[in-house]
């Protein structure tokens, strides 16, 4: 709590939440990234495609970010990760290397909503934006989110449902973003035709927007030792009997 504490402080006195230094971390999807915020300029690195890859890829990343940078940990006011919902391996793994860094340098951290994030990439442009992205096991986690004081704000709790079975936004004039309207394009419209347009159904959450939000919001940093993904599925897979029903191999 030493360094949670103290870094607190000083952004509290001097008005800094803009002006921090942050190293931020997305690998809730195949296409994750790592990115360095200092002082509102960020840099940002993509690992290789691919889930399976990432817990080989990640730290070099960093490592080269931080190098990049001429920055060294110690140096940062936080480490920032996207906690899901996503791929369970991809969130663990951002969670866990942030933990292991911020108790490292005695860092707070800040636990991002990935679908906030995938949300923040296009708050500058549109008000309301409904965001979704696959779930596997014909699921989809899906938010909606609506700009209040420049911040995407969630409206109500993320939610994991089939796509038939998505929430209703209010109104019409709303945004698709994500991955489920690729995966399930005819259900989403069935079900969100009337409400949205679809204006981009391969974006991915970036760990840039990761580090913008965090850096907006100093109040939520965590002590290092409260990191938690936020995995809204607690089960990965189907059971064999519910693969059998649904037309598949045991």
């Known amino acids: 709590?030493?360094?949670?504490?103290?870094?607190?402080?000083?952004?509290?006195?001097?008005?800094?939440?803009?002006?921090?230094?942050?190293?931020?971390?997305?690998?809730?999807?195949?296409?994750?990234?790592?990115?360095?915020?200092?002082?509102?300029?960020?840099?940002?690195?993509?690992?290789?495609?691919?889930?399976?890859?990432?817990?080989?890829?990640?730290?070099?990343?960093?490592?080269?970010?931080?190098?990049?940078?001429?920055?060294?940990?110690?140096?940062?006011?936080?480490?920032?990760?996207?906690?899901?919902?996503?791929?369970?391996?991809?969130?663990?793994?951002?969670?866990?290397?942030?933990?292991?860094?911020?108790?490292?340098?005695?860092?707070?951290?800040?636990?991002?909503?990935?679908?906030?994030?995938?949300?923040?990439?296009?708050?500058?442009?549109?008000?309301?934006?409904?965001?979704?992205?696959?779930?596997?096991?014909?699921?989809v986690y899906c938010a909606l989110f609506e700009l209040q004081e420049g911040i995407p704000q969630a409206l109500g709790e993320i939610c994991c449902v089939p796509p038939g079975s998505v929430p209703l936004p209010a109104g019409a004039g709303w945004q698709g973003i994500g991955s489920a309207f690729s995966a399930y394009a005819a259900a989403l419209d069935e079900r969100l035709g009337p409400h949205l347009t679809v204006i981009d159904a391969q974006a991915v959450p970036r760990a840039r927007s990761v580090a913008a939000l965090a850096a907006r919001a100093p109040q939520d940093w965590l002590d290092a030792a409260l990191a938690a993904p936020d995995y809204v599925r607690n089960r990965i897979a189907l059971t064999t009997a519910e693969r059998l029903a649904a037309g598949g191999r045991a």
């Open 1 to 139: 709590m030493r360094g949670y504490n103290a870094r607190m402080g000083n952004l509290a006195n001097n008005h800094q939440a803009g002006a921090c230094s942050i190293l931020a971390i997305e690998t809730s999807c195949e296409e994750a990234s790592v990115a360095l915020w200092i002082k509102g300029e960020c840099l940002e690195q993509h690992l290789p495609r691919g889930g399976n890859t990432h817990s080989a890829s990640l730290l070099p990343a960093i490592h080269r970010l931080l190098a990049e940078a001429g920055q060294g940990l110690q140096a940062l006011d936080a480490i920032a990760f996207g906690c899901g919902p996503g791929a369970f391996t991809g969130v663990r793994l951002a969670c866990g290397v942030a933990q292991g860094l911020a108790l490292g340098a005695d860092l707070p951290v800040a636990a991002i909503s990935s679908l906030q994030a995938l949300a923040w990439s296009f708050a500058a442009e549109h008000q309301r934006l409904y965001c979704a992205v696959d779930a596997r096991m014909s699921e």
